[in-house]
């Protein structure tokens, strides 16, 4: 981290002014940095010709800008997704027809600063650039709609504004439509696109209206289509030109200049809608009745600024970085999951819609807890949501994006995010509107019933209920025979967050029968199978076929250490039982049921010795999901000084604040997606981990004196002091950061290694107490240790 120290009042009034949107933006970090509200539908942003630019943007100034679109994915994989929409601004086209319209000839470079970095410029709900043409180009957003500002250089008499309706990121539209009224210059159109990661289809619509700027904007001088790079002046409807063969069509206009002879300023306002181009214009005309641009940034900054101003840091001794790594992953916490309520075209329903769940695999671990420390009505709504999508499709959704479904990564992991919800909020539940009754049945439909394709939604229940786990010999028309052992692992996480449910809901039996599948964790443990190289080292997680007998998959598989170097992603070919992490990884994930881990692993020191040995090895990958609660796990073992140490590493090594400042770039083979990322990065620096669907969070130091969270529903604070903070060492390894004591309003607490929910629920004072010794322990007797299911902590 860098040593400049930052100095705030307390408290912090403009959170926003932390948040760096450009971290991770570059080098396959896949970070959205233009203009949104929080989990706003509408991400408007600049489009860049590099390869693999999922979030559309580029940091790197090599690469050209190729339009301003209205519709983003973050920090995702798979194919490139949204970026429909695109407008692109002309200042000195020799005439109307020879405007290069295409996405291919129009592309330029942007300005470059003295640093080589390209002249962008990013905060919450607000985006500028400055093209090398000499127009500048600001955007900014309401939930539904964009608003653009284009400043065309002093002197350009014809001001012409291109509206791209076909070309998305991987350019895969079909069957488009638009037409464009010559009068008022107003575009409505839309087209079919491909999904990003998943086999469906999706139909977008935008509206799109001109307005000067310090000026009434005259109709235009000049409009027409375009098919490719060739305008066509005076035509209104793109079916005057399509033939089928040619995906790059819009509209193009001239208009007359600004009156006066300064810059002319042209506003473009974007509805945006999945119903159809007349409500994005009745979204666009909701929103944005003025095209008052200003007004519009200061909402959306000051819609940020409250929901960051929730949680609070003491920035005595703490350096500018930190706390913008801070405010920026909590930023980036908020991107996705988008709301669309209102814009589902698949049924009519009075629930709240959201998307972007891109996917539930990589945010169950983190995001959602996050979401509830401090915004729950955000996460009821998105259960809300969730649970819909069960009522009219039968399964809870798993990896979805505009408004298709796409291909699941693990088990079926909504399931753990409503156990989140449910075990925090039960009590809470009516006066979210979250019926108990909906929750649970949604939960067992995942559970006990098999989708017609499970590689879209729900499980391969069939199997799992018959055999206590995914054998590797079990084909089934209904998906791909991949994945067995790590689906296993995550099907027993997603059966505990059940248990969890119903016994909340005095399901007493339910309770007891889902706790039991809990432990089919270990029906894939394989005493006998060794990682080479590693003394001690015994036992995995393998895959295993119906006969009870197990198959053989070298734990070094999907590592750095793999001798095959062989891939572990959506291969049907790829039989070894594994989802993008290697059995030895996949070895440590029982959550639920870390003390029964231990007691497989060989006992403590040997379980130590294991978790030693993924981290001196380079097992543990910090860009991968799996890998994700292992450097806490110490915690397990009485040991919380070295999770504090690991989970320290991690951020000395892997974060920074620069634009390739995310682990999972430079050329990584994962990218841990959406908030998923943002969420582990902020609770590392909160000095907590999450154990969802449990009323417990890990605790170790925050890098911050003290930190507050502010929960609008409970209307209270919980304040975590760290007492005797003397800043955060450069190395992560030492230090005055570990916890020796833990009290709460001034009582002595039952646990130096977690925090109970009920801490948050009631608004609290937690004080820790500092030492420069590592070799602190969680307290005296069995309950100090963070809970397992097989020692009685979740019955």
Same mark, same amino acid.
């Given at each position: 981290?860098?040593?400049?120290?930052?100095?705030?009042?307390?408290?912090?009034?403009?959170?926003?002014?932390?948040?760096?949107?450009?971290?991770?933006?570059?080098?396959?970090?896949?970070?959205?940095?233009?203009?949104?509200?929080? %989990?706003?539908?509408?991400?408007?942003?600049?489009?860049?010709?590099?390869?693999?630019?999922?979030?559309?943007?580029?940091?790197?100034?090599?690469?050209?800008? $190729?339009?301003?679109?209205?519709?983003?994915?973050?920090?995702?994989?798979?194919?490139?997704?949204?970026?429909?929409?695109?407008?692109?601004?002309?200042?000195?086209?020799?005439?109307?027809?020879?405007?290069?319209?295409?996405?291919?000839?129009?592309? $330029?470079?942007?300005?470059?600063?003295?640093?080589?970095?390209?002249?962008?410029?990013?905060?919450?709900?607000?985006?500028?650039?400055?093209?090398?043409?000499?127009?500048?180009?600001?955007?900014?957003?309401?939930?539904?709609?964009?608003? !653009? =500002?284009?400043?065309?250089?002093?002197?350009?008499?014809?001001?012409?504004?291109?509206?791209?309706?076909?070309?998305?990121?991987?350019?895969?539209?079909?069957?488009?439509?638009?037409?464009?009224?010559?009068?008022?210059?107003?575009?409505?159109?839309?087209?079919?696109?491909?999904?990003?990661?998943?086999?469906?289809?999706?139909?977008?619509?935008?509206?799109?209206?001109?307005?000067?700027?310090?000026?009434?904007?005259?109709?235009?001088?000049?409009?027409?289509?375009?098919?490719?790079?060739?305008?066509?002046?005076?035509?209104?409807?793109?079916?005057?030109?399509?033939?089928?063969?040619?995906?790059?069509?819009?509209?193009?206009?001239?208009?007359?200049?600004?009156?006066?002879?300064?810059?002319?300023?042209?506003?473009?306002?974007?509805?945006?809608?999945?119903?159809?181009?007349?409500?994005?214009?009745?979204?666009?005309?909701?929103?944005?009745?003025?095209?008052?641009?200003?007004?519009?940034?200061?909402?959306?900054?000051?819609?940020?600024?409250?929901?960051?101003?929730?949680?609070?840091?003491?920035?005595?001794?703490?350096?500018?970085?930190?706390?913008?790594?801070?405010?920026?992953?909590?930023?980036?916490?908020?991107?996705?999951?988008?709301?669309?309520?209102?814009?589902?075209?698949?049924?009519?329903?009075?629930?709240? &819609?959201?998307?972007?769940?891109?996917?539930?695999?990589?945010? &169950?671990?983190?995001?959602?807890?996050?979401?509830?420390?401090?915004?729950?009505?955000?996460?009821?709504?998105?259960?809300?949501?969730?649970?819909?999508?069960?009522?009219?499709?039968?399964?809870?959704?798993?990896?979805?994006?505009?408004?298709?479904?796409?291909?699941?990564?693990?088990?079926?992991?909504?399931?753990?995010?409503?156990?989140?919800?449910?075990?925090?909020?039960?009590?809470?539940?009516?006066?979210?509107?979250?019926?108990?009754?909906?929750?649970?049945?949604?939960?067992?439909?995942?559970?006990?019933?098999?989708?017609?394709?499970?590689?879209?939604?729900?499980?391969?229940?069939?199997?799992?209920?018959?055999?206590?786990?995914?054998?590797?010999?079990?084909?089934?028309?209904?998906?791909?025979?991949?994945?067995?052992?790590?689906?296993?692992?995550?099907?027993?996480?997603?059966?505990?967050?059940?248990?969890?449910?119903?016994?909340?809901?005095?399901?007493?039996?339910?309770?007891?029968?889902?706790?039991?599948?809990?432990?089919?964790?270990?029906?894939?443990?394989?005493?006998?199978?060794?990682?080479?190289?590693?003394?001690?080292?015994?036992?995995?997680?393998?895959?295993?076929?119906?006969?009870?007998?197990?198959?053989?998959?070298?734990?070094? !598989?999907?590592?750095?250490?793999?001798?095959?170097?062989?891939?572990?992603?959506?291969?049907?070919?790829? =039989?070894?039982?594994?989802?993008?992490?290697?059995?030895?990884?996949?070895?440590?994930?029982?959550? %639920?049921?870390?003390?029964?881990?231990?007691?497989?692993?060989?006992?403590?020191?040997?379980?130590?010795?294991?978790?030693?040995?993924?981290?001196?090895?380079?097992?543990?990958?910090?860009?991968?999901?799996?890998?994700?609660?292992?450097?806490?796990?110490?915690?397990?073992?009485?040991?919380?000084?070295?999770?504090?140490?690991?989970?320290?590493?991690?951020?000395?090594?892997?974060?920074?604040?620069?634009?390739?400042?995310?682990?999972?770039?430079?050329?990584?083979?994962?990218?841990?997606?959406?908030?998923?990322?943002?969420?582990?990065?902020?609770?590392?620096?909160?000095?907590?981990?999450?154990?969802?669907?449990?009323?417990?969070?890990?605790?170790?130091?925050?890098?911050?004196?003290?930190?507050?969270?502010?929960?609008?529903?409970?209307?209270?604070?919980?304040?975590?002091?760290?007492?005797?903070?003397?800043?955060?060492?450069?190395?992560?390894?030492?230090?005055?950061?570990?916890?020796?004591?833990?009290?709460?309003?001034?009582?002595?607490?039952?646990?130096?290694?977690?925090?109970?929910?009920?801490?948050?629920?009631?608004?609290?004072?937690?004080?820790?107490?500092?030492?420069?010794?590592?070799?602190?322990?969680?307290?005296?007797?069995?309950?100090?240790?963070?809970?397992?299911?097989?020692?009685?902590?979740?019955?």
């Amino acid at each position: 981290m860098l040593s400049t120290q930052a100095q705030s009042p307390t408290p912090i009034t403009d959170p926003a002014s932390f948040v760096l949107p450009f971290i991770g933006t570059t080098n396959g970090g896949h970070v959205f940095p233009g203009a949104t509200l929080p %989990h706003g539908m509408v991400k408007a942003g600049m489009d860049t010709d590099s390869p693999g630019n999922q979030a559309g943007y580029d940091a790197n100034s090599t690469f050209n800008a $190729t339009g301003f679109s209205q519709l983003h994915d973050t920090g995702t994989g798979g194919a490139i997704s949204l970026s429909n929409f695109k407008l692109w601004a002309f200042a000195n086209c020799t005439s109307f027809e020879d405007c290069p319209t295409s996405l291919e000839s129009r592309k $330029t470079l942007r300005n470059i600063l003295p640093d080589g970095s390209p002249d962008d410029f990013a905060s919450p709900g607000y985006f500028s650039t400055n093209l090398s043409t000499g127009i500048r180009v600001e955007l900014t957003s309401t939930r539904r709609t964009a608003i !653009h =500002r284009y400043t065309f250089p002093a002197g350009t008499s014809q001001p012409r504004m291109v509206v791209d309706i076909t070309n998305d990121g991987p350019r895969t539209s079909t069957d488009p439509i638009m037409t464009l009224d010559p009068t008022t210059a107003r575009v409505m159109g839309g087209a079919q696109f491909a999904a990003s990661f998943g086999p469906g289809r999706y139909t977008a619509f935008t509206c799109v209206d001109f307005a000067g700027e310090g000026f009434e904007l005259e109709r235009p001088t000049e409009f027409g289509t375009w098919l490719g790079n060739f305008p066509v002046q005076g035509q209104t409807d793109i079916n005057q030109l399509y033939f089928g063969f040619i995906d790059e069509l819009g509209a193009l206009f001239t208009f007359p200049p600004a009156p006066d002879g300064t810059p002319t300023v042209i506003l473009a306002r974007a509805g945006v809608s999945f119903i159809s181009s007349e409500q994005a214009c009745a979204n666009a005309e909701e929103e944005i009745p003025d095209f008052d641009f200003d007004r519009v940034q200061t909402v959306n900054r000051a819609t940020w600024n409250e929901l960051l101003g929730r949680i609070q840091v003491d920035t005595t001794n703490v350096s500018t970085e930190t706390i913008q790594l801070f405010y920026s992953a909590i930023y980036r916490t908020h991107i996705s999951p988008a709301d669309y309520t209102g814009e589902n075209p698949k049924w009519n329903s009075t629930e709240p &819609y959201y998307d972007s769940y891109y996917c539930n695999w990589d945010t &169950y671990r983190t995001l959602y807890s996050f979401m509830a420390l401090h915004d729950p009505v955000t996460f009821s709504r998105i259960v809300r949501g969730m649970i819909d999508i069960q009522k009219h499709e039968g399964w809870l959704p798993e990896c979805r994006g505009a408004t298709a479904m796409q291909f699941i990564q693990g088990g079926s992991n909504g399931d753990p995010i409503l156990g989140e919800f449910f075990v925090k909020y039960s009590e809470q539940a009516v006066a979210l509107n979250v019926s108990s009754d909906d929750l649970y049945t949604a939960l067992l439909a995942d559970a006990e019933l098999q989708p017609p394709n499970w590689n879209l939604q729900g499980r391969q229940a069939d199997a799992w209920k018959q055999f206590n786990y995914i054998p590797q010999d079990m084909f089934d028309a209904g998906g791909a025979n991949t994945k067995q052992v790590s689906r296993t692992l995550e099907h027993a996480f997603g059966d505990f967050a059940i248990s969890q449910v119903a016994k909340i809901l005095g399901k007493t039996d339910d309770a007891a029968k889902y706790a039991q599948r809990a432990n089919n964790s270990f029906n894939v443990w394989n005493p006998d199978v060794s990682l080479p190289g590693a003394p001690g080292v015994t036992g995995m997680m393998q895959p295993r076929f119906k006969n009870g007998t197990f198959n053989f998959t070298d734990p070094r !598989h999907c590592s750095i250490h793999d001798p095959e170097m062989a891939t572990c992603f959506l291969n049907a070919a790829n =039989r070894d039982g594994f989802y993008e992490s290697s059995p030895t990884v996949y070895s440590q994930y029982v959550p %639920h049921d870390t003390a029964q881990l231990i007691e497989m692993q060989g006992g403590t020191d040997s379980f130590v010795s294991r978790l030693d040995f993924i981290f001196n090895q380079s097992y543990f990958d910090v860009t991968d999901e799996p890998s994700m609660q292992i450097p806490y796990m110490y915690h397990y073992a009485n040991l919380p000084g070295k999770s504090t140490q690991r989970s320290r590493q991690i951020i000395a090594e892997s974060f920074n604040t620069s634009v390739s400042g995310l682990p999972g770039n430079d050329g990584n083979i994962h990218v841990i997606m959406t908030g998923a990322m943002a969420s582990y990065t902020a609770f590392y620096l909160a000095g907590m981990y999450p154990l969802p669907a449990t009323r417990q969070l890990l605790l170790s130091s925050p890098y911050f004196p003290s930190i507050s969270f502010f929960n609008p529903l409970f209307n209270s604070t919980t304040t975590i002091k760290a007492n005797g903070f003397e800043g955060n060492p450069t190395d992560g390894t030492g230090g005055k950061v570990f916890v020796k004591n833990v009290t709460v309003n001034g009582e002595p607490y039952k646990s130096n290694c977690f925090l109970e929910w009920d801490v948050f629920v009631n608004g609290s004072v937690v004080e820790l107490t500092l030492t420069g010794d590592p070799n602190v322990a969680c307290g005296s007797g069995d309950e100090a240790l963070p809970p397992s299911l097989s020692t009685g902590g979740y019955s």
